[in-house]
């Protein structure tokens, strides 16, 4: 497993371990961001930041997306803290549900283009 310059051990097998078990909407998203399939912009998927492992990242943008799940409507306090401690940090935060991934993925990408 490579390593991230300055992320913990524990932090990197548990970006492994995400990404090796995607859900349906993750998968779905990846397929239209990889291979800079964007504008040519570049993402990495389960990207461990600080104490974070992010959904998928564009490093030339800063730029985080995140996709969530119904698990997200129990912790939607937690969620908006850590989007807070990632906004702090110079990135910025794009939250889509799985339905609006899975339903909308045209919509959801045009708003992913225009944050880029």
């Known amino acids: 497993m490579r390593r991230i310059r300055g992320t913990a051990p524990e932090l990197d097998l548990a970006a492994c371990l995400l990404r090796h078990n995607s859900t349906e909407a993750e998968a779905r998203l990846w397929q239209a961001l990889r291979r800079k399939q964007i504008g040519g912009f570049r ?20 730029l985080i997306v995140e996709v969530d799940g119904a698990v997200h409507l129990a912790q939607a306090e937690a969620d908006a803290a850590r989007t807070e401690c990632l906004e702090s940090l110079g990135y910025r935060v794009l939250r889509f549900s799985n339905e609006a991934v899975l339903g909308r993925l045209d919509e959801v990408l045009a708003e992913i283009r225009q944050a880029l």
Not at 43 to 62: L, S
Request: hydrophobic share 35%; aromatic share 20%; net charge positive.
């Open 43 to 62: 993402f990495r998927r389960q990207h461990p930041i600080e104490r974070f492992v992010v959904d998928f990242y564009c490093p030339a943008c800063k």
